[in-house]
């Protein structure tokens, strides 16, 4: 079982609600990060937090709205999503830098637009 | 050209044969590879990590990195249904790269 725990695990909201997508993982991990896969496509990487920091935003819409309150836990902000933005988004966890990084991935969280 | 090259497939082999799953890379500073695994709806399973070139074996698993050639392999030995999956190759540059580079994944099925 992956120790990188997301909930909840299917979500469907309309254009104009807000909702979030919690994470959390206790593997003493400082970075924690945000993808979002669409079907038969790879995981496209949104954020990266190090140390509780935003370090990368890979350019993503501002309706989504990541927040990292301490190591262990990471949330996505939704608001105002397009029926587009339906997929599945992924938690994942690494050491910062530890001999490489080796990416730990949680079970997803199943997004539908309406 | 993409940075790394996985053939989608998909991939239909019987039950107790040798499957191999291979990528390619453009990019030479790549020096860290990865194999995940992805059941369907469910998340990236981390299956083999391995750094620099030469091989890693982990039960029916065997990864092996070619950097002169940039290419990467994933063997799977005796393949059992429950192998059916998608298959994700993944690599990044240096140690504190957070930035992994997949390929498109080849999705695998076992037929019994």
């Known amino acids: 079982d992956t120790e990188v725990t997301q909930t909840p695990k299917h979500l469907v909201m309309g254009m104009t609600n807000k909702k979030s997508l919690k994470c959390e993982q206790h593997m003493g991990h400082r970075a924690m990060y945000w993808y979002k896969q669409k079907a038969k496509k790879p995981p496209e990487l949104m954020f990266v937090?190090?140390?509780?920091?935003?370090?990368i935003n890979e350019s993503v819409p501002s309706r989504f709205s990541p927040e990292c309150p301490n190591s262990s836990l990471l949330n996505l902000h939704l608001h105002a999503l397009q029926p587009e933005d339906s997929a599945l988004y992924l938690c994942?966890?690494?050491?910062?830098?530890?001999?490489?990084?080796?990416?730990?991935f949680g079970e997803g969280s199943w997004l539908t637009v309406v | 050209q993409k940075e790394v090259e996985q053939d989608p497939g998909p991939l239909s082999v019987p039950e107790g044969a040798i499957v191999s799953l291979n990528c390619t890379y453009s990019n030479s500073a790549f020096q860290y590879f990865m194999w995940y695994r992805q059941y369907s709806r469910k998340g990236p399973e981390l299956l083999m990590y391995t750094y620099s070139s030469g091989n890693k074996e982990d039960g029916r698993f065997t990864a092996q990195v070619d950097k002169s050639s940039k290419y990467i392999s994933l063997f799977i030995r005796d393949s059992q249904p429950s192998d059916s999956a998608t298959y994700l190759c993944?690599?990044?540059?240096?140690?504190?790269?957070?930035?992994?580079?997949f390929g498109q994944g080849t999705r695998l099925t076992i037929n019994p």
């Open positions: 937090y190090s140390y509780e920091k935003l370090s």
């Open positions: 993944a690599m990044s540059p240096s140690k504190g790269a957070q930035k992994l580079v």
């Open positions: 994942a966890s690494s050491h910062v830098q530890v001999g490489g990084n080796t990416i730990y």
